[in-house]
């Protein structure tokens, strides 16, 4: 058997430990994670506050490895959105080198059944570079 496997650590790949939902037990729940064997938890920020909350959450946690973001969820409107998109761009240029990557970006048409949202969705990825 593979040695490398055998002493993998497991991580949690995609979660919202900054979201509010958390708020009265963020230090409960990554207790409870680190002593279950989960080393670290790749942490998506899904808006501008939230990914404050991540990367400053980051400091005080090291399980916490913060990635910034902006999903196409939390679009409201469009001179919003276009303002926030660009809020999140400059953000992750001025905390790159303490962000490690960029997560909750890109097409989701699920509740997109339109083309009006649909293409604020591709204004907004083609903000980021994508
Ligand atoms: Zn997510």
């Known amino acids: 058997m593979n040695m490398t496997l055998i002493n993998a650590k497991m991580v949690d790949a995609h979660c919202h430990l900054f979201s509010d939902a958390f708020d009265s037990d963020r ?10 064997g989960i080393a670290r938890a790749f942490v998506m920020g899904e808006d501008p506050d939230e ?16 990635f910034a973001g902006y999903h196409p969820w939390k679009f409201e409107g469009h001179k919003e ?41 591709k204004e ?7």
């Not at 990914?51 to 913060?66: A, D, H, M, Q, T």
């Open 124 to 130: 907004v990825l083609n903000i980021f570079n994508c």
């Open 51 to 66: 990914n404050r909350r991540i990367l400053e959450g980051s400091g005080k946690y090291p399980f916490v490895v913060p």
């Open 27 to 36: 230090d409960e729940v990554i207790k409870r994670a680190e002593d279950i």
């Open 81 to 121: 959105t276009i303002r926030e998109a660009e809020d999140v761009v400059s953000f992750i240029e001025e905390n790159h080198a303490d962000l490690a990557g960029i997560g909750e970006i890109g097409l989701d048409y699920f509740h997109a059944e339109n083309e009006e949202p649909r293409a604020l969705q």
